[in-house]
């Protein structure tokens, strides 16, 4: 089953505004990943959080971590159109060595 | 550095035929090695994962099956196909045993049952 459900499921946004994405789970984790995806290619790894941490930043993201709540926010500041993808937020929960990922966001970016 | 690689980068096939798909990780060694399949418009499915040469844990029933004949060869396959079976397939691997960690993914492979 998938642990991690992201919100909303599209998003529409001009360039240069700020993209928030939030993601939620049911159980505890070691730690939670996003991921983007560009049409038709693999994922790749944005950034890591552990459950320790509230809050961790990269170049123009922002993610959030509130375990108390089970759920993160990954805010992309200052968009820009080259940020359409998907997202895709993943779980680890720390037992085995598998990653739980949600359905993903869709990030539309206009010029 | 490391790189993955899989191939082949799009099949079509019919259903009832065999299916192969491939991949290899490069630069590194023992890793943990993951196909996940993600349907249109949908999330990704983990299909297997292995932590060592020979070693296959399945996740979902099915008619695909792993094989990891080498540390860093990783191939799923099936020996007759179903119409389900079309989707995006994706290798994976992570450089720590025995924890998640980050992925790095491969460019995946898409297969289309006819």
């Known amino acids: 089953s998938q642990q991690g459900e992201e919100d909303p499921q599209a998003l529409s946004i001009q360039e240069g505004e700020n993209a928030t994405m939030n993601c939620s789970y049911k159980t505890s984790i070691n730690n939670l990943q996003w991921y983007r995806q560009n049409s038709g290619r693999g994922l790749v790894h944005l950034i890591l959080i552990r459950s320790n941490e509230r809050e961790k930043h990269s170049g123009r993201l922002r993610v959030t971590l509130d375990t108390s709540k089970k759920s993160s926010s990954l805010l992309i500041t200052a968009s820009r159109a080259a940020d359409t993808a998907s997202y895709f937020c993943?779980?680890?929960?720390?037992?085995?060595?598998?990653?739980?990922f949600g359905k993903g966001i869709t990030l539309s970016v206009r010029p | 550095s490391q790189t993955i690689h899989q191939w082949p980068a799009t099949l079509v096939q019919p259903v009832g035929s065999p299916l192969s798909l491939e991949c290899t990780v490069e630069g590194t060694s023992n890793p943990n090695l993951y196909w996940y399949r993600q349907a249109a418009g949908r999330g990704l499915q983990l299909l297997f994962y292995s932590v060592g040469i020979g070693q296959i844990s399945s996740e979902v029933p099915q008619n695909l099956s792993a094989s990891r004949p080498q540390d860093r060869q990783f191939i799923l396959s099936s020996k007759k196909l179903l119409l389900s079976d079309s989707g995006f397939y994706l290798c994976?691997?992570?450089?720590?045993?025995?924890?998640?960690?980050?992925?790095?993914f491969g460019e995946g492979s898409r297969l289309t049952v006819l």
């Open positions: 993943a779980t680890d929960p720390g037992a085995n060595s598998k990653l739980t």
């Open positions: 994976a691997w992570t450089r720590l045993a025995g924890s998640t960690g980050e992925l790095f």
